[in-house]
């Protein structure tokens, strides 16, 4: 999407005085405004937030201010669709700058899946196939989702998605991320090379034989995160030999080999707290997106903390969310202009509900049955 250039007053501010602006326009709003940032937001946004998350929390923050009329969202375009989503009309959503994407969500689009489902349900009844589409991808596809009895899925909760699309139907197909939906589909026991297929969009039947297609039960799209392909399986062991013992975390994103290799995997919010918990000394190698990582090492100097990756690169659509564009679109805010606003057409946003509260239902009982079963095993 396009962003109309900055007025020229808000590139020519200094920093202090971009945060202190922001800051004053933020006192002047009071409750009227809720901050959200990503866990991959710069610094000088998260100093703003008044809550910060994964992609799942941040869904779930967005709704804990009814009585706010803007919601600005330090993220990415998906993400403040869903908070548009799931909060009720009279909150507006507002996204600083609407040139942050996502190179993955883009990657899918409703055509090609329309058009994939077709090819599935040609070989297949469509009442045995659930499509799940994960976070990162356009509202037409949740509400792709929503309308034929699948759901969405976050990385922090892939697991119990799939779990329960298996127990809806015999094959899932899995959008846009292969990675992760083939990381998590390993872990539940599918096997990668007889169970699975990746379709790719360009390619009748996605560039498999029919009889792949027949076997596999869990159809993978053919697309990725290039920030998290960037991890290899090489600087995990260029880690561990430069720093014996330590322990490496990465983002389900990244390829399998990759995740394999890990001591563990798992969201922002996982790899937070994996480290958080660590006791001091710990050194930890993490695979995840720089601005995450040295938030990290700053917050925990009794660790060592690193990238995995030695030429460290940002996810350049969460960074173009500037201290200036934020300054620009409280100060329109507070002088009564709606800048920015992300509103998904009513047609869209329905069905897209219907497969985000899926995903929120089968989400907190899972982790309510995980949290009965921690505390009776150490109770
Ligand atoms: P999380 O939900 O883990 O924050 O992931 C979002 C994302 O875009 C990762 O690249
Ligand atoms: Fe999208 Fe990757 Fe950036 Fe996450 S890190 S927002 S998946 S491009």
Same mark, same amino acid.
């Given at each position: ?118 090819? =599935? ?19 037409? =596809? ?19 998605? =799939? ?128 601005? =995450? ?87």
């Amino acid at each position: 999407m396009m962003q109309a250039p900055l007025p020229p007053a808000y590139s020519q501010l200094s920093d202090e005085q971009t945060h202190e602006r922001i800051r004053r326009a933020k006192q002047a709003l009071g409750e009227r405004v809720v901050i959200l940032g990503h866990h991959y937001q710069r610094d000088e946004i998260i100093q703003h937030a008044d809550y910060r998350g994964d992609s799942y929390k941040l869904a779930r923050d967005a709704t804990r201010h009814p009585e706010a009329e803007f919601i600005v969202f330090c993220g990415v375009h998906f993400m403040a669709e869903t908070a548009d989503i799931l909060t009720p009309y009279h909150q507006k959503v507002i996204l600083p700058n609407m040139s942050a994407g996502c190179s993955m969500a883009d990657m899918a689009n409703i055509y090609q899946v329309r058009a994939c489902w077709r090819e =599935l349900t040609a070989l297949f009844p469509a009442d045995s196939m659930v499509p799940v589409t994960y976070m990162n991808s356009a509202a037409n =596809l949740k509400a792709f989702c929503g309308e034929r009895s699948g759901a969405v899925c976050t990385s922090s909760n892939a697991r119990a998605i =799939l779990e329960w699309a298996f127990r809806q139907g015999e094959r899932v197909l899995f959008f846009p991320d292969q990675h992760l939906g083939r990381n998590t589909g390993i872990a539940m026991g599918i096997d990668p090379d007889s169970e699975m297929v990746v379709w790719d969009p360009e390619l009748p039947l996605g560039g498999n034989t029919e009889e792949a297609v027949r076997r596999a039960k869990l159809i993978l799209w053919k697309g990725h995160c290039s920030v998290h392909m960037r991890f290899t399986r090489a600087q995990i062991e260029a880690a561990r030999k430069t720093y014996p013992g330590i322990k490496v975390v990465v983002h389900p994103e990244c390829r399998r080999e990759v995740v394999e290799a890990a001591d563990c995997n798992g969201s922002t919010e996982y790899i937070i707290k994996v480290v958080r918990e660590s006791p001091p000394g710990t050194q930890w190698a993490v695979g995840t997106e720089i601005n =995450l990582v040295h938030r990290l090492a700053a917050e925990h100097p009794d660790k060592f903390i690193m990238c995995l990756d030695p030429i460290v690169c940002p996810c350049s659509t969460m960074y173009r969310i500037h201290p200036s564009y934020l300054c620009w679109a409280m100060e329109n805010l507070m002088q009564g202009n709606v800048v920015n606003q992300v509103r998904v057409p009513e047609n869209i946003a329905h069905w897209a509900r219907v497969a985000l509260d899926r995903m929120i239902g089968v989400t907190e009982s899972a982790r309510r049955a995980e949290a009965v079963a921690s505390a009776t095993a150490t109770g």
